[in-house]
């Protein structure tokens, strides 16, 4: 795969909740649509993202195209939600963002990423599954069952097993 664009991850702003709820609906509301759950993707803040200090948007071009939100935890760093826009998908930039999780995760000295993923989203979990992640469980929310996947992050701490 070739590099992506020239592209700036940086902490969202407040002045980013349009562009983020924009993101957010045009990945999530479609792929919970496929699953039966529009009310579950709907019912996210996705403009609060913007405040919370926990989410990275990835511009081109001064343009939102991709967004990671992260939740730390003592052990582990957790990706809540991984988003690029449609017409941006299948150039590195979701790539880019899991390199950028995995740097957040060695810089806060954190031992493992995880997420979770519908396990009917079988691309977005072979993709997950090429950059090192592996199973480590399934659990049901909502009426969706979930995978979630691990990664040890290379010189972070050793996180104890779930």
Do not use: N
Not at 40 to 48: E, L, M, N, S
């Amino acid at each position: 795969m070739s590099e992506p664009a020239p592209h700036q991850i940086r902490l969202a702003q407040p002045r980013d909740a349009r562009s983020v709820l924009r993101l957010g609906e045009a990945t999530f509301v479609p792929a919970s649509a496929q699953l039966g759950a529009v009310d579950w993707a709907r019912r996210i803040d996705f403009a609060g993202f913007a405040y919370s200090g926990r989410l990275w948007v990835l511009e081109l071009d001064r343009k939102i195209v991709g967004m990671i939100y992260l939740i730390g935890e003592p052990a582990r760093l957790e990706i809540f939600a991984l988003a690029v826009s449609p017409e941006f998908q299948r150039r590195g930039f979701g790539r880019a963002l899991i390199e950028f999780a995995e740097r957040e995760a060695h810089r806060r000295g954190v031992g493992e990423l995880c997420l979770q993923t519908p396990v009917q989203f079988l691309e977005a979990i072979a993709f997950y599954q090429r950059l090192g992640f592996v199973e480590a469980e399934q659990a049901e929310l909502e009426g969706v069952r979930l995978l979630r996947l691990t990664k040890a992050v290379t010189g972070g701490a050793t996180a104890p097993r779930p």
